[in-house]
T-cell receptor, first 113, second 115 residues
Framework: GENVEQHPSTLSVQEGDSAVIKCTYSDSASNYFPWYKQELGKRPQLIIDIRSNVGEKKDQRIAVTLNKTAKHFSLHITETQPEDSAVYFCAASPPGGYQKVTFGTGTKLQVIP | GAVVSQHPSWVICKSGTSVKIECRSLDFQATTMFWYRQFPKQSLMLMATSNEGSKATYEQGVEKDKFLINHASLTLSTLTVTSAHPEDSSFYIC???????????FGPGTRLTVL
């Protein structure tokens, strides 16, 4: 089955700096890679996703890059703000709506004002 | 995005009782629903995948007789924790997917505390 590794487990940055979170996956069949933000006690919220036919995707301050050959993908947050503080999870899924999504272990991001 | 509701949002029960959690997709047909549990400061651990009208597929290590999952319609799935014990206390989250896209939509979660 799929195995997703995520690093770092915790990340502290100064407000305004960039944050980068990296993930690797094992199953070459995976073609969908979402990123979720979860605040304490709340549901995960999809913040950005990328499919394997795309190498990079950007949405305002958030970007995701994908290297299919190396089987790794990264989340980049620029100009971080205190409200970006949360736990971020990467995930990977093979094609098909019935296919399960495998989550990484999470990164706790703290943005220091 | 699509809306998924979950009920109840929290429940406290005595050891040995059973608890039912409902997960509903409010504005789309969920051909697949997933049930996760999440312990504090940990990731989401998939418990089972359920497709409408068929038996759920449980992940390794998850007791199917303890965690009963029913997905009787395209908008409703239920998870019943039978004979709950304190170690079952956790945050249970469902998610739902349609059959035309990969994105899954999460419910708000249910905090279960077993005394």
């Amino acid at each position: 089955g799929e195995n997703v590794e995520q690093h770092p487990s915790t990340l502290s940055v100064q407000e305004g700096d960039s944050a980068v979170i990296k993930c690797t996956y094992s199953d070459s069949a995976s073609n969908y890679f979402p990123w979720y933000k979860q605040e304490l006690g709340k549901r995960p919220q999809l913040i950005i996703d990328i499919r394997s036919n795309v190498g990079e995707k950007k949405d305002q301050r958030i970007a995701v890059t994908l290297n299919k050959t190396a089987k790794h993908f990264s989340l980049h947050i620029t100009e971080t703000q205190p409200e970006d503080s949360a736990v971020y999870f990467c995930a990977a899924s093979p094609p098909g709506g019935y296919q399960k999504v495998t989550f990484g272990t999470g990164t706790k991001l703290q943005v220091i004002p | 995005g699509a809306v998924v509701s979950q009920h109840p949002s929290w429940v406290i029960c005595k050891s040995g009782t059973s608890v039912k959690i409902e997960c509903r997709s409010l504005d789309f047909q969920a051909t697949t629903m997933f049930w996760y549990r999440q312990f504090p400061k940990q990731s989401l651990m998939l418990m089972a995948t359920s497709n409408e009208g068929s038996k759920a597929t449980y992940e390794q290590g998850v007791e199917k007789d303890k965690f009963l999952i029913n997905h009787a319609s395209l908008t409703l799935s239920t998870l019943t924790v039978t004979s709950a014990h304190p170690e079952d206390s956790s945050f249970y989250i469902c998610s739902a997917r349609g059959n035309t896209y990969n994105e899954q939509f999460f419910g708000p979660g249910t905090r279960l505390t077993v005394l």
